[in-house]
């Protein structure tokens, strides 16, 4: 009789052995084929959740496989380990943020390690350390030799309790997330890359990305924005004008307004002799400034008493606005409004008053009346539009541009969204940047013989506001150029930078250089990339912006830094409220009761595991019941990949079951070797071979994991033979990348050589994935009246005969032969009765 399988104990020893063999170690001239599988680095937040657990299973399976088939893998870890949350917990905690990261990290790597995960820890780093950081700090300068990197004044969210920049998702409703204070926009001098400079490299690139998400293409094209527009002046009642940039000339004769931003220069010109407008402004600058919050806050204007003349009709005034959607970053910082075709602008002008004309059509509908509850931002044709009518939509463009340039009052012109990546932030816990103030020199980089420019440790957050600004030393620096007195840069970099390179630095790690090129290049561009789609644009155009910055550099011969990317979908759990509104995490709940105060539960929707929700799943207790193997093989097992995985108590009970299914299978004791072949087995067994390893360079892991349970029925069902013992070794071998403790176990119980993890890929044989048999349908009259296995490519006259031969022929043509009879090979019989 089979044992259990003792997951907690085959965990513990399999993982030791690992760690003392340096199994996943990855050399870097082994004269292998070299693979490099990477997930997205976490945030060391304190604990891991099953969104974790899903992404990394699904790297370690694959990495597993590739070392099978004989190449080097690279399979690294680390921590993206700057940022505001360790900010937040020194302040709410009164812990150091470097060492509230350390710990949590520690607490993290000892999870993962729980897992089995396939990961070369020798190359394991965190962003937040001095010897990756100050490299960083490197590069940019080297940014900043190359003309990539530039400083100007720009608007920001400032608290003017806490005195802080906040990001974007620190502003809740207009508020600071921790002072409640409204936010103002305010204007401060700000680092920026040259991200704009590649932006027609990064759109083409997306083409040669043939192993993308479409939609993560799309996403990125979409953020990038290149539009072909039209750039033109209007003319001012006060004999001034104003520069608009519109992406649809077609829709000229539908404007009635022009709108300006809140510090335009016609708008600051007002403010200082019209009190209301000066009061206006001041009202525009409280809010954040993120395009998604201008979408959506109520949009509001300012009659300046200007009007502009039409360009092309000067009988059409149009009254100017200063408007709270409008900002100076964005174009020229001026508008005009076409009501009927932007939802903003339709906004805007049934606020005011102001007139809404058709002039695409929308279907039939022609009239210039437009009584529609949302503006039209369809396809059409120009209607209502003097000699544009009739055109299409492109048609018109052209059009309109070409009468602008002719008279002079315009010009076409390509513009982008994109805009240039502000990497300043007011914070401590990030990247210092290496740059220094001198009243005599100016702006001057560190030498970087002085890298890294280190954090001080000795700061406090009891105080609002930058603690490096009010540090009594650290700031305080002789000047690199002359010898004077200076200061440092206070601001740190965006944490998005500390994540554009990290998998560079994985591949290479001197100790004198970012990295060393030769090496690095051996590894990149990443095989396979896995992560979450929440960052499909800015962390992944990021990183191919700067890797196309450092190509540009000649620092690196690559541009694309990932050549395959998945996008996993969330692990998602049921939301729980108490009685009182409170969310609850599902320890808190016993049979839908509220444990701590006994009052029912409500259940609400299933969603995707977030701390805020608590709807989380600590994988721990999980593992310390069912072991790692059941938690992986549950990830792999139940929904595609790509779609959203429910966490229920049943699935990993299931994943459970299986595994010691596995177990009893694999068990030598059960094993009885017998004698003799079986043909069926054997091909079952070479078709799983070639079909589970297609499945898993597919990343179709649930698909993989169908073919297993097949193959593991199939030698249930099957008498002992030679064919089933090396059936049972063959599934183990197949298995192992997904519950690699188990086959270890099991491939040691079996006395198979060295390490199962070093095993090679069993190779499936080609005669044996060829069908020996088809099925035939057999057809009277075009019905279905049976079905045949026979010989696959069988004579059409043996064929035909044993269909006349099959019972249910013989019964109903009822012993009359059939007028005709049509032999499709391989395929169909049907007989004409």
């Known amino acids: 009789m089979a044992s259990r399988f003792n997951a907690q104990k085959a965990d513990a020893q399999w993982q030791a052995a690992w760690d003392e063999r340096q199994t996943f170690r990855a050399r870097d001239n082994s004269g292998k084929p070299q693979s490099y599988v990477l997930e997205m680095f976490p945030y060391p937040s304190g604990r891991i959740h099953m969104g974790h657990v899903r992404n990394y299973t699904m790297g370690d399976v694959l990495a597993r496989y590739r070392r099978m088939l004989g190449h080097e893998v690279l399979h690294p870890m680390g921590w993206d380990a700057f940022g505001m949350p360790a900010e937040n917990a020194a302040m709410e905690k009164g812990v150091h943020p470097g060492t509230w990261t350390l710990a949590n990290i520690e607490t993290m790597k000892a999870q993962l390690k729980r897992l089995g995960f396939a990961l070369d820890w020798s190359r394991e780093l965190a962003t937040c350390k001095p010897d990756y950081y100050g490299h960083e700090q490197a590069l940019f300068l080297d940014m900043v030799a190359a003309g990539l990197v530039y400083r100007k004044e720009s608007s920001v969210n400032w608290d003017p309790v806490d005195m802080t920049v906040l990001a974007n998702e620190q502003v809740i409703d207009g508020r600071g997330w921790r002072s409640g204070a409204l936010v103002e926009k305010r204007k401060l001098n700000q680092w920026f890359l040259k991200i704009t400079d590649f932006a027609d490299e990064l759109i083409a690139g997306l083409g040669k990305l043939e192993h993308w998400p479409d939609k993560v293409k799309l996403m990125q094209e979409n953020w990038i924005g290149k539009s072909q527009g039209l750039q033109f002046r209007f003319a001012l009642s006060d004999g001034g004008s104003v520069e608009v940039f519109t992406t649809r000339p077609d829709t000229i004769f539908g404007a009635s307004f022009v709108a300006v931003a809140a510090d335009h220069p016609i708008a600051r010109a007002l403010a200082e002799i019209n009190a209301e407008a000066e009061a206006f402004i001041a009202m525009c600058k409280l809010g954040g400034t993120t395009a998604a919050e201008i979408e959506t806050q109520e949009k509001q204007g300012f009659d300046t008493g200007l009007s502009a003349a039409h360009p092309l009709d000067a009988s059409i005034k149009l009254p100017v606005y200063i408007a709270n959607f409008v900002l100076m970053e964005y174009g020229t910082g001026a508008v005009f409004g076409v009501p009927a075709h932007d939802q903003r602008d339709f906004d805007f002008a049934t606020k005011y008053g102001l007139p809404i004309r058709r002039v695409v059509s929308d279907g039939d509908k022609t009239a210039p009346d437009f009584a529609e509850a949302e503006a039209y931002t369809g396809p059409g044709t120009i209607v209502n539009s003097h000699f544009l009518n009739g055109m299409d939509?492109?048609?018109?463009?052209?059009?309109?541009?070409?009468?602008?340039?002719?008279?002079?009052?315009?010009?076409?012109?390509?513009?982008?969204?994109?805009?240039?990546?502000?990497?300043?932030?007011?914070?401590?816990?990030?990247?210092?940047?290496?740059?220094?103030?001198?009243?005599?020199?100016?702006?001057?980089?560190?030498?970087?013989?002085?890298?890294?420019?280190?954090?001080?440790?000795?700061?406090?957050?009891?105080?609002?506001?930058?603690?490096?600004?009010?540090?009594?030393?650290?700031?305080?620096?002789?000047?690199?150029?002359c010898g004077g007195a200076a200061v440092r840069e206070t601001d740190t970099l965006d944490t998005f930078a500390d994540s554009s390179w990290y998998f560079i630095r994985f591949a290479s790690q001197p100790k004198d250089k970012p990295f060393d090129k030769a090496v690095a290049e051996s590894w990149l561009p990443v095989g396979q990339y896995i992560g979450g789609v929440e960052h499909a644009i800015l962390h992944l155009l990021y990183a191919r912006f700067w890797t196309r910055a450092l190509k540009h550099m000649g620092l690196l011969d690559v541009a694309e830094p990932f050549t395959g990317l998945f996008t996993q979908g969330m692990v998602t759990h049921e939301t729980y409220k108490s009685a009182d509104g409170r969310w609850l995490s599902p320890d808190d709940i016993r049979d839908g009761i509220e444990t701590a105060s006994g009052q029912p539960v409500t259940v609400g929707r299933v969603e995707k595991m977030s701390k805020s929700k608590k709807n989380t799943v600590d994988p721990e207790p999980i593992v310390d019941r069912y072991g790692a193997d059941a938690v992986r093989w549950f990830m792999l097992s139940d929904s595609p990949p790509e779609r959203d995985l429910p966490w229920t108590e049943a699935g990993i009970e299931g994943a459970w079951r299986f595994v010691q299914r596995l177990w009893r299978l694999v068990d030598a004791d059960g094993i009885e070797p017998g004698e003799g072949g079986d043909e069926a087995l054997d091909r079952k067994v070479h078709k799983t071979i070639a079909g589970v390893g297609a499945d898993i360079e597919a990343l179709a892991f649930n698909k993989a994991v169908a073919k297993l349970y097949e193959?593991?029925?199939?030698?249930?069902?099957?008498?002992?033979?030679?064919?089933?013992?090396?059936?049972?070794?063959?599934?183990?071998?197949?298995?192992?990348?997904?519950?690699?403790?188990?086959?270890?176990?099991?491939?040691?119980?079996?006395?198979?050589?060295?390490?199962?993890?070093?095993?090679?890929?069993?190779?499936?044989?080609?005669?044996?994935?060829?069908?020996?048999?088809?099925?035939?349908?057999?057809?009277?009259?075009?019905k279905l009246r049976d079905t045949l296995k026979l010989p696959k490519g069988m004579a059409r006259e043996d064929v035909e005969a044993a269909a006349l031969a099959s019972g249910n022929v013989v019964r109903v043509l009822d012993g009359k032969p059939p007028r005709k009879v049509i032999v499709v090979p391989d395929r169909l019989v049907n007989l004409v009765a």
């Open 393 to 481: 939509v492109e048609d018109a463009k052209r059009a309109v541009i070409t009468r602008a340039q002719e008279g002079g009052w315009g010009h076409g012109t390509t513009v982008y969204r994109l805009r240039d990546w502000g990497v300043s932030r007011q914070r401590y816990w990030g990247t210092p940047i290496p740059i220094i103030h001198c009243d005599a020199c100016g702006v001057v980089p560190v030498p970087k013989d002085q890298l890294p420019v280190t954090l001080p440790d000795d700061v406090t957050f009891d105080i609002p506001g930058n603690p490096l600004d009010r540090h009594p030393t650290w700031k305080h620096v002789a000047c690199p150029s």
């Open 711 to 782: 193959l593991t029925s199939a030698i249930e069902r099957a008498a002992p033979s030679a064919s089933r013992a090396d059936a049972v070794r063959t599934l183990l071998l197949l298995a192992s990348p997904m519950v690699p403790h188990l086959a270890e176990e099991a491939w040691s119980m079996q006395g198979g050589d060295g390490l199962i993890a070093d095993a090679p890929w069993p190779e499936a044989d080609p005669a044996l994935l060829v069908e020996d048999e088809v099925t035939y349908a057999i057809q009277i009259n075009g």
